[in-house]
């Protein structure tokens, strides 16, 4: 057992992990927060993307250990009450969502690059989103969802 | 769930040479944890200890010494991205680093992880031998350095011992007008791991031309063609000279990502298409 401290969506944890824990089952199980899936659990879909000191990274290949000392961001922090975000409400505009299981990932990858880069080309939204898998709205509505976002955003005025 | 384990994040390269002396068992290194994490899931590892390099002080540097590109340990494949000194001096391993896996897996994928993995595809492998990188190794009894072609022993085997940790790589820094080119074949337009991996680099005012292979044999192929390339002869004869030199040094396999009779033929094609983006035929 280890005693991490972390934050996330900014509120202070502090709590007891096995060293063999991984961080998104810590967050889902133990902390509640349900909204970042887990989908192939190897790093390669994307459902379990949450944003680690600034950076977006799927959390079910990441030890809870390893978040000790670290911000995170999940989908839950989006949205205030029943008040979402600019990306949430681009996501839904651009009809980017079906089944909605990739959805948080998405979301969470989107906020890392529009963080970084606020008004990103089409190239740079392919290689944020490369690692989220979506199964079918297609990603064509992704994409637009994502410029929607930087536009509502101030950032791309296209 | 993951096999019991012990986690250690020490803040000392000794610390990190005491628990590599004194526990039993398997112990494994964490940097990314990205392939380890995945074997440990399938169940291919099960280390009793983990040691997290992520501490160690000089492992997430990345700046020019002596005219050499250090790189640490801990370094990411977006931080090499990123990194202007890279993308100045050293563009093909930017490159390359947009090969490997997807965007949230390279901001943990370390390029010192992808070498240690020693996959025979791994992306990395080719852009860094071309660019003739060493490999710093250190251990409590001696500190060496290897040339990356030496590094790979066999499929996912390197000359690491169990006592030794990679502390970075030294990259050479070329002369202002080489280039290099890194070309992957992959099954879908997303992210997947290589079928076949060619890199090719040329600088014309020290006469070297090197090309790198990867997937294609057990371990990444190096061959250094300068000699042919800037030797007597024509272009064309120089091009099929070149082309025999890496048909006949390459090994590859039917597997899940390709035929043999394709990696063959596609390491033809890159060898020629990097080749003509390297230097437009007729300029020699």
């Known amino acids: 057992m280890k005693t991490i401290n972390f934050t996330v969506n900014g509120r202070n944890y502090k709590l007891d992990v096995k060293d063999n824990e991984i961080l998104l089952d810590v967050l889902r199980e133990k902390l509640h927060f349900t909204g970042a899936k887990e989908g192939c659990g190897e790093g390669e879909c994307g459902a379990c993307t949450v944003i680690m000191d600034g950076k977006a990274v799927t959390s079910c290949i990441i030890l809870a250990v390893e978040a000790d000392g670290s911000d995170i961001e999940t989908i839950e922090g989006q949205s205030v009450g029943e008040e979402i975000s600019d990306i949430q409400e681009a996501f839904i505009e651009e009809n980017a969502i079906q089944c909605g299981f990739c959805t948080p990932g998405m979301v969470m990858s989107t906020k890392a690059l529009l963080d970084r880069n606020p008004d990103p080309s089409d190239e740079d939204i392919d290689i944020a989103l490369s690692g989220n898998i979506c199964r079918c709205t297609g990603y064509y509505s992704i994409r637009n969802a994502v410029k929607r976002a930087a536009e509502k955003k101030g950032g791309s005025q296209s | 769930m993951l096999n019991k384990f012990e986690y250690y994040k020490p803040e000392s390269l000794e610390k990190i040479f005491d628990i590599l002396e004194n526990k039993e068992g398997e112990t494994a290194l964490l940097a990314g944890g990205t392939d380890l994490f995945v074997d440990m899931k399938h169940k291919t ?117 169990d006592n030794e940790i990679v502390k970075g790589l030294l990259v050479k820094k070329h002369v202002a007008d080489g280039k290099g080119v890194y070309l992957k074949k992959r099954r879908t337009k997303g992210p997947d791991l290589s079928g076949v991996g060619v890199a090719g680099y040329i600088s014309e005012e020290e006469e070297y031309l090197a090309f790198a292979l990867g997937a294609v044999a057990p371990t990444p192929v190096y061959l250094d063609l300068s000699e042919i390339f800037f030797g007597e002869g024509n272009f064309t004869d120089k091009q099929e000279k070149i082309l025999k030199e890496v048909k006949e040094n390459i090994n590859p396999i039917d597997d899940v990502r390709s035929t043999k009779k394709y990696r063959i033929k596609m390491s033809q094609v890159y060898t020629r298409r990097i080749l003509s983006r390297l230097w437009k035929a007729g300029d020699k």
């Open chain 2, 45 to 161: 590892r099960k280390p009793d200890t983990i040691i997290d390099i992520k501490n160690i002080e000089d492992f997430s540097e990345i700046e020019e010494r002596d005219q050499e590109l250090f790189i640490g340990a801990a370094i990411t494949c977006n931080e090499i991205i990123e990194s202007e000194l890279v993308n100045k001096d050293y563009k093909i391993l930017a490159d390359s680093a947009l090969e490997v896996a997807a965007h949230q897996v390279r901001n943990r994928a370390t390029v010192v992880g992808n070498l240690c993995t020693t996959s025979p595809g791994a992306d990395m492998f080719p852009g860094l031998l071309v660019l003739k990188t060493k490999v710093v190794i250190v251990s409590k009894e001696e500190n060496r350095q290897v040339p990356l072609e030496q590094f790979a022993t066999g499929v996912k085997q390197n000359v690491l011992k």
